[in-house]
């Protein structure tokens, strides 16, 4: 059985910085890209950011290129997400999930363990 745990989520003011990790369990995600999306409320969940099974090729949303940084740690079976320079909109539950293959993608459909997620709330 699969299973992700995501945390590190939390209240930040604007500007600040938070770093999320996802624990990954049943899995070994050294062979496979991860990623992670978030969704605010009422609206889709979208892409954020993504990274190949090896970590060589990494992809982000435009809304968060130079501001947060995916990694990952195989030997830990983990993946990060450094966010710095909070803004008001990053505002939502944001969720890893281990990708199908072992390349870094943008496309939801092509991820297929997901967490439960982890809220992050940025006052402006």
């Known amino acids: 059985q699969v299973q992700l745990v995501e945390s590190g989520g939390g209240l930040v003011q604007a500007g600040g910085s938070l770093r999320l990790s996802c624990a990954v369990s049943?899995?070994?995600?050294?062979?496979?890209?991860m990623g992670w999306f978030r969704q605010a409320p009422g609206k889709v969940r979208v892409f954020v950011a993504t990274?190949?099974?090896?970590?060589?090729?990494?992809y982000y949303a435009d809304s968060v290129k130079g501001r947060f940084t995916i990694s990952r740690d195989n030997a830990k079976n983990s993946v990060y997400l450094q966010m710095n320079s909070l803004k008001a909109e990053d505002t939502a539950v944001y969720y890893c999930?281990?990708?199908?293959?072992?390349?870094?993608?943008?496309?939801?459909?092509?991820?297929?363990?997901w967490g439960q997620g982890t809220q992050v709330t940025v006052s402006s």
């Open positions: 999930a281990t990708g199908r293959t072992f390349f870094a993608t943008m496309t939801v459909s092509e991820y297929d363990y």
């Open positions: 049943g899995r070994t995600i050294s062979r496979y890209g």
């Open positions: 990274v190949s099974a090896t970590g060589g090729t990494t």
